[in-house]
């Protein structure tokens, strides 16, 4: 499985991104998101299954983020909107066989994209 991010960049307090995740290789049914600011842990951020297309959202993003994917492009998507400072971080796709929210349950990883959000 190879996970390519891209889309991340520099933005200001309440502005939108939207990261990408293309897929390919053998498709495991759960994506996820997680992100890594400086100095700090690997943390979950979301995650989406290929089939049903459930999310599930860290409480930290809830109400500002979604996730959505496209089987015909084997794409994962994060929509961050109201962005904050504290968002800022290399954010990481993932992929799982079953949903989690540790960094363990993942086998497959990107090389991530970074993301900064100033005030």
């Known amino acids: 499985v190879q996970l390519v991010e891209s889309g991340g960049g520099s933005v200001q307090a309440g502005d939108s991104l939207r990261l990408s995740c293309a897929a390919s290789g053998r498709e495991l049914n759960v994506m996820g998101w997680f992100r890594q600011a400086p100095g700090e842990v690997r943390e979950f951020v979301a995650s989406?299954?290929?089939?049903?297309?459930?999310?599930t959202f860290a409480d930290s993003v809830k109400g500002r983020f979604t996730a959505s994917r496209d089987h015909a492009k084997n794409t994962v998507y994060l929509q961050m909107n109201n962005l904050k400072p504290e968002d800022t971080g290399v954010y990481y796709c993932a992929a799982a066989r079953a949903l989690g929210q540790r960094v363990d349950d993942y086998a497959y990883w990107g090389k991530g994209t970074l993301v900064t959000v100033s005030t």
């Open positions: 989406i299954t290929w089939i049903s297309g459930r999310q």
